[in-house]
């Protein structure tokens, strides 16, 4: 009865929020950028608690691409960033636990260049021509519905996965000569899209 | 947890689909013409000429060379141009023939990553001689992939 009592007197330190942040990159990303002729990208993400359950996101990156059909080649190059929350479903088994599955919310958008443009504008009567279609710029935004799992496999060391979905905010930004690959958002031609993640990341911190 | 998982292959699989770019388009965008006269209650109806040759001034090639029962014609405007000029002759009298001059603006119109760019018009002017032709007007001055009943009407004596 005596220890019981002694039990409930211990105070449990209280969560502050970013006690304990974790910082990585999207090892798939590498992978196939690594084995893709048409675009290459860096993901990067940055979580940090803020409540026992749930955890801020931020997420960025960039790429660039080449699009290549019968009709338009151009190139871009991107940069984007993304921010949200992951809501934990599970309570930590033990002090410290940090394995479990979640869902949540992101807010992203990107930036985006693309060179000049070649047209090949096919004419039957009069004869197919080539037209230079003049360089721009812009940014485009999405929302994005994900879920997840994180893994401590080793002290501090973390494997996980994201599943993704997307859809376009603004998308008449994107209509005209849609890049193959968008950073952060990936084939902007599809929308909505899906993607997926896998993370490599470093945690550090008070559990 | 492990549907969680299995929910994750499905996705990696559907995100291993691409589609390619593929177009199907119509690949130049033709203004229509149709040819008209008015009938005795003076109602514009349609009309089919016999023996017509019809070609453009700047071009070697002939819509349509001696052809009979010919009401319409579908033209391809030469997008680095802003006028062409269209000629009609009939057979039967060779020195009766009538130019038919289309003034018009192009702009290039983004279809689709598959398909490119292709030209749009706007005719903003049309003028003809009336050896055969009594009046010319723009009907619907927008050129574009939806082909339009009718662009340009011309009515005949």
Redesign the interface.
């Given at each position: 009865m005596a220890q019981a009592d002694s039990a409930k007197n211990v105070s449990r330190p209280t969560l502050k929020r970013f006690d304990y942040v974790r910082m990585g990159f999207d090892a798939s990303k590498l992978i196939a950028s690594a084995l893709s002729k048409e675009y290459s990208t860096i993901e990067l993400q940055l979580d940090g608690t803020y409540t026992k359950k749930m955890n801020v996101v931020a997420e960025g990156g960039w790429a660039n691409a080449k699009?290549n059909?019968?009709?338009?080649s151009f190139k871009t190059s991107s940069a984007f960033l993304r921010f949200g929350f992951d809501n934990y479903f599970f309570n930590p088994e033990f002090l410290g636990d940090k394995d479990n599955?979640f869902i949540g919310l992101r807010l992203g958008g990107a930036r985006q260049n693309k060179t000049e443009a070649t047209?090949?504008?096919?004419?039957?009567?009069?004869g197919s021509r080539d037209?230079l279609?003049t360089k721009n710029a812009g940014t485009v935004f999405w929302i994005e519905l994900t879920?997840g799992?994180r893994m401590e496999v080793m002290k501090n060391i973390f494997l996980g996965?994201n599943?993704r979905g997307k859809t376009f905010i603004n998308p008449k930004k994107i209509?005209?000569?849609?890049p193959s690959y968008l950073a952060g958002y990936?084939?902007a031609?599809?929308q909505p899209a899906?993607?997926?993640n896998l993370y490599v990341l470093y945690g550090f911190g008070r559990r | 947890m492990k549907s969680l998982h299995l929910l994750f292959l499905f996705i990696l699989l559907l995100g291993a689909c691409v589609k390619n770019d593929f177009c199907i388009q119509p690949s130049a965008v033709k203004t229509v013409v149709r040819f008209k006269h008015m009938d005795s209650a003076n109602k514009k109806v349609d009309l089919s000429i016999n023996n017509i040759t019809i070609f453009l001034t700047d071009s070697s090639y002939l819509y349509y060379d001696d052809i009979s029962g010919v009401n319409q014609v579908q033209l391809y405007l030469r997008p680095n141009s802003n006028r062409q000029e269209m000629v009609f002759k009939q057979e039967e009298a060779p020195f009766l023939s009538d130019t038919v001059a289309i003034k018009f603006e192009s702009t290039l119109h983004f279809i689709s990553n598959g398909c490119g760019y292709q030209y749009y018009f706007k005719l903003t002017e049309l003028s003809s001689s009336h050896h055969l032709i009594q009046e010319v007007a723009i009907t619907s001055a927008s050129v574009t992939e939806s082909i339009a009943s009718e662009n340009i009407e011309i009515i005949f004596k």
């Open positions: 699009t059909t019968a009709s338009v599955a047209a090949h504008i096919i004419d039957p009567f009069y037209s279609i879920a799992f996965w599943i209509e005209e000569l849609t990936g084939n031609s599809k899906f993607d997926y | -």
